[in-house]
């Protein structure tokens, strides 16, 4: 087989993020693979601009990298009891370019978040979300990475056994969708 990509999606645009970091250690967990993360600084979307301009480049390159992707992996902050506006911004930008991108594709969704639900309810609703796209969502382990800025150490690994095994176990259960 050949070397599987990997698309990482941050619903953060900090490029020190807990949420970037947390797909990086995913990726790392998930084993030999080409690892891309995608840069969703998009402009908001506008039906107006869109008529008038046609869909970004930036979107399209998104679009192309989801289809390309074997396997995608999703990590969204909560903010205001939700997922990011970014990332948000992005699906329906998504949406917006000619193609099926999402469907049937495997995907694993997982969330950072500075408060102690680890931003369970961004990624319940972020499971939502993705409901009209039509991939394969992983139903777990689930990954809430609570008091996220504390988890990590200088190297950007994850510190906590149990989170350490329940990311592993999730990104094992993503290469077996795929192989």
């Known amino acids: 087989m050949t070397t599987p990509t990997l698309l990482g999606i941050s619903g ?5 993020a807990t949420n970037r970091k947390l797909l990086r250690e995913a990726a790392r967990l998930f084993g030999e693979c080409t690892y891309i993360e995608a ?8 039906g107006d601009a869109e008529a008038d301009n046609g869909v970004p480049d930036a979107v399209k390159t998104l679009a192309q990298q989801i289809e390309e992707a ?5 990590s969204t902050p909560e903010y205001n009891k939700g997922p990011s506006g970014v990332l948000k ?8 370019v000619e193609g099926q991108h999402w469907s049937g594709k495997p995907v694993a969704v997982m969330s950072a978040a500075a408060g102690r639900a680890g931003g369970e309810r961004a990624q319940m609703i972020l ?3 993705m409901v009209p796209f039509r991939p394969r969502i992983l139903q777990g382990p689930e990954i809430h ?4 800025s ?3 150490d200088e190297n950007g690994q994850l510190t906590g056994e149990i989170y350490v095994r329940e990311l592993t176990q999730l990104m094992q259960s993503l290469r077996a969708e795929i192989s």
């Open 89 to 96: 911004n992005a699906l329906d930008w998504v949406s917006r």
């Open 127 to 129: 499971r939502g979300f």
């Open 39 to 46: 840069d969703l600084n998009l402009p908001l979307y506008d």
């Open 145 to 148: 990475l609570a008091a996220s």
């Open 70 to 74: 074997d396997a995608v992996i999703i």
């Open 150 to 152: 504390s988890q990590f």
């Open 12 to 16: 953060s645009l900090r490029a020190e």
